[in-house]
């Protein structure tokens, strides 16, 4: 199953897309696609829903309405930093014995093909296409892999944009150069785990302005997705609708030598095996000099 949310920023639509141009509104038994949904248990009664409403005739064309992040806005955004060998390998940096956890706010999510903008002040905002986590019930000290499984709703690409020299240059945590507006576009849309076959075996690229930047697969990741849910449920309760970026492969603008950044004016295309793609407009920071 893949679900969606169509429509203007702040008002859209939560369905479930049946065709590549087609879905049914479910805007009428599901409020979102939110904690309350998730935790409700109802993303498991949707299947028989969604077969009525078609075989009624009810799928609508989606005649270019825009894709908002598949999910409502989550509790946290949690990342898992150097989870790819091959990443960690191009920068340089030994590969983790656990799991590097770091935070994004939560409002830096947005919809798949919105505008990216880079913040004021910034010369090193970067890209990285990672696979998301979305999490389906309440987790805390889950007791293996198999109830992380259990736990996992489905699965997401995202974008997890960077500003390189907040995150690494200007001391603490990684979470400031992680958080600026517009920082996690997610989507199309959230992909139940049925429907993805081996997660570790989905093929993932990003283009710069039609320039392959990135062209890796979720097999060189060093934690698996349950591996991931089970230990972060270790040390704290993940929540219904959550967001769990798992890690990006090679090919950063921080990895490139010489490093290249965006500037504003750059198109982004993301995409993941079964979970669609992205396009994004980079918009310049308006108060820049030169």
């Known amino acids: ?134 999490i389906g019930r309440h987790s805390s000290y889950l007791a293996d892999e198999a109830e992380a499984e259990k736990s996992i709703a489905g699965y997401v690409l995202v974008n997890d944009v960077s500003e390189r020299a907040w995150q690494i240059e200007r001391g603490g945590q990684w979470s400031k150069g992680k958080s600026a507006p517009t920082f996690n576009p997610a989507g199309p849309y959230l992909v139940t785990p049925d429907e993805i076959g081996d997660v570790l075996d989905l093929d993932m690229t990003l283009d710069i302005d039609g320039v392959r930047r990135q062209d890796g697969s979720t097999s060189t990741m060093i934690f698996s997705p349950t591996f991931i849910v089970h230990y972060l449920s270790q040390f704290l309760a993940l929540e219904p609708g959550d967001l769990i970026n798992t890690g990006t492969p090679p090919g950063v603008g921080m990895g490139q030598s010489p490093q290249v950044y965006l500037k504003g004016g ?24 030169g």
């Open 266 to 289: 750059e198109t982004m295309t993301l995409s993941i095996t079964r979970l669609g793609t992205q396009t994004q407009r980079v918009i310049g920071d308006p108060t820049a000099v």
């Open 1 to 134: 199953m893949r679900l969606v949310r169509v429509g203007s920023a702040g008002g859209e639509t939560p369905g479930v897309l049946v065709e590549d141009e087609t879905f049914v509104d479910l805007s009428d038994v599901v409020g979102d696609f939110d904690e309350a949904f998730f935790g409700s248990g109802a993303l498991a009664t949707l299947d028989s829903v969604v077969a009525e409403r078609v075989a009624e005739g009810r799928a609508e064309a989606l005649a270019g309405r825009r894709f908002g992040a598949p999910i409502a806005r989550p509790h946290q955004i949690l990342c898992i930093g150097l989870n790819y060998s091959d990443h960690a390998a191009e920068t340089g940096q030994a590969v983790p014995a656990e799991p590097i956890l770091f935070t994004k706010a939560p409002n830096t999510l947005i919809g798949p093909d919105d505008d990216v903008l880079i913040p004021r002040g910034s010369q090193k905002t970067d890209w990285e296409v990672e696979l998301g986590v979305v």
